[in-house]
């Protein structure tokens, strides 16, 4: 990864910084939601979206008509963050609460992919990123859908990576205090399934979503 740039340097907190492709892949590969950050006539934006990493490029997709992927296209710069809550970190102290999590941020310049064919695959590899298995089970996308959808492809070059982890980091006169610290671990927990009320009578669960319960 390209380190060199301003943008990416860690200004404090330097211990927890890390530059280094395998981390920055897998904190991608698990978040589910993006932020993408730009400039439109002077005034900042932000859409969070999903996504799909596949080797060095990061995809995100939205219709032609869509006022934020036109300007997507059209800036010079972009910002892609990702945010991994793994706890709340308790304190004796007020000031001293914390989060344990995970981020990683990406700065690049989005392009739009043109081949239908290549567009196909995307769409496939963004929906079996969320539920494996789904795509050959569903309707096939027409030309005329792959038309009404943009995907843009954003490289991982410059990037970094940001994690916090461990328990809280208390001022030595406040560690005898008589008040619980600690951590209080979180995640992103899959639910059980609610049936649309238009599924055909007799369609049942598919074993891809029981599975990706057991996750």
């Excluded at 992927?69 to 304190?91: K, N, Y």
């Excluded at 951590?183 to 238009?198: F, G």
Aim: aromatic share 8%; glycine share 4%.
């Amino acid at each position: 990864m390209n380190q060199n740039h301003s943008r990416i340097k860690a200004s404090r907190s330097k211990s927890q910084i890390d530059y280094s492709k395998v981390s920055i892949n897998a904190i991608l590969d698990e978040a589910k939601v993006c932020t993408v950050s730009y400039v439109d006539h002077g005034e900042p934006r932000a859409l969070p979206i999903g996504y799909v990493r596949i080797e060095n490029f990061l995809y995100i997709h939205g219709s032609v008509k869509s006022h934020f992927f036109r300007r997507m296209q059209e800036a010079d710069l972009l910002c892609i963050t990702v945010f991994i809550l793994d706890g709340l970190v308790l304190a004796k102290s007020g000031l001293m609460h914390a989060f344990n999590y995970r981020s990683a941020v990406l700065f690049g310049k989005a392009e739009p992919i043109s081949n239908d064919q290549k567009k196909s695959e995307l769409l496939a590899a963004f929906t079996d990123r969320y539920i494996p298995g789904r795509w050959e089970k569903i309707r096939t996308t027409t030309p005329q859908e792959l038309a009404a959808t943009v995907i843009l492809e954003f490289p991982i070059e410059e990037a970094s990576v940001k994690i916090r982890q461990g328990m809280p980091n208390d001022l030595e006169k406040d560690k005898n205090l008589p008040v619980w610290s600690g951590i209080v671990p979180m995640r992103t927990q899959i639910l059980e399934p609610i049936p649309d009320e238009n599924n055909a009578p007799g369609t049942i669960v598919p074993e891809y979503l029981k599975k990706l319960q057991q996750q």
